[in-house]
């Protein structure tokens, strides 16, 4: 659990980790980024009642998002890690059972995740249009190529096997908030994915909240690490996908590779390495069609 002045939603965060209902043992680790509000305040003061579950990490100047969570993850050594924004709240005590329960059965996937239920300030449940267009992209199985066009697993809602983070690299950089986008990438290039069609998590949308309104150089900062992620994690899928592309896949693939090479962030060595890859996912010559038309219908609208 990550916080930055999360006062008011803190205990409920805490609240929702204290009820799950299971027969292992758990440990909710606490990140807080140098809340000025009395968070860590709250926190300590459930670390103090509970002194076998929460651990509070010690207090650090202010680090950001990605390199907060980095420090946090860092510090969970379970055999599955769950997250739970420190704005968040989880509501169905059973998720972590559940969610461990399929991972157990089920060796060859890497993420459980659920639906949610978006709300308010004071928790009450809202509509959200946004959450709604989200819930339409929600898939199991091989998911990498879904994930590729769009995140659509919320962080909160979700449980991974920690081994799955091996070689993975955050970077504490100020400048993105998706590292949980990156993440999901880089499991779900070596696993599958599951989805629980319950809702087990309240994704609390509030004034301070930086999906409501993210700023263009955060946005600009967020495309930015996510091609310098997708130089390890492409090459990663290659070497362990053993399954035959579809032709609509192949085209987004060798997209991907090709946005890489020509525009995105990566050393000489990185392009090269990427650039070898391109024969082996050559879509056809009707595939270049396609996105040759693609390419041309993405100038023309941005040139109205």
């Known amino acids: 659990m990550i916080a930055y002045n999360a006062r008011p939603y803190i ?3 805490i609240e929702g980790v204290l009820s799950q209902q299971v027969d292992f043992t758990i440990e909710l680790v606490i990140g807080d980024d140098a809340s000025t509000d009395g968070t860590r305040q709250i926190c300590e003061q459930y670390a103090a009642q509970h002194p076998d579950i929460i651990r509070v990490l010690p207090p ?14 860092g510090a969970c050594d379970g055999t599955y890690i769950a997250v739970c924004d420190g704005d968040d709240v989880w509501f169905d005590p059973e998720k972590l059972r559940k969610q461990v329960g399929f991972l157990n059965a089920n060796p060859q996937y890497g993420v459980v995740y659920t ?18 267009m989200i819930r339409k992209l929600y898939a199991s199985g091989d998911v990498f190529f ?3 066009e769009a995140n ?23 400048s993105y ?15 599958k994915v599951h989805f629980m069609p319950v809702k087990s998590t309240g994704y609390r949308k509030h004034t301070m909240s930086l999906s409501v309104d993210v ?18 994690i492409i090459p990663l899928f290659d070497t362990v996908n053993m ?8 085209i987004l693939f060798f997209r991907r590779i090709c946005s890489l090479i020509i525009r995105g962030p990566g050393s000489l060595r990185q392009r090269w390495r990427l650039s070898r890859l391109l024969p082996k996912y050559f879509p056809g010559y009707p595939g270049i069609w396609h996105l040759g038309r693609y390419k041309y219908r993405k100038l023309a609208q941005s040139m109205r």
Not at 181 to 191: F, G, T, V
């Open 11 to 13: 205990g409920a965060a």
């Open 60 to 73: 650090e100047p202010n680090q950001g998002i990605a390199a907060n969570t980095l420090r946090t993850m």
């Open 115 to 132: 639906d949610v239920e978006t709300i308010s300030e004071n928790g009450s449940v809202i509509g959200d249009a946004e959450h709604e």
């Open 146 to 148: 879904n994930l590729l």
């Open 152 to 174: 659509f697993i919320n962080n909160s809602t979700a449980l991974f096997r920690r081994s799955l983070l091996k070689g993975h690299i955050v970077y504490p950089d100020r």
């Open 177 to 191: 908030q998706i590292p949980d986008h990156i993440r999901w990438l880089y499991i779900a290039a070596q696993s």
């Open 215 to 232: 700023p263009r150089g955060m946005q600009i900062g967020n495309r930015t690490i996510l091609y310098k992620s997708l130089h390890r």
């Open 243 to 250: 399954q035959p592309l579809t032709p609509a896949e192949k």
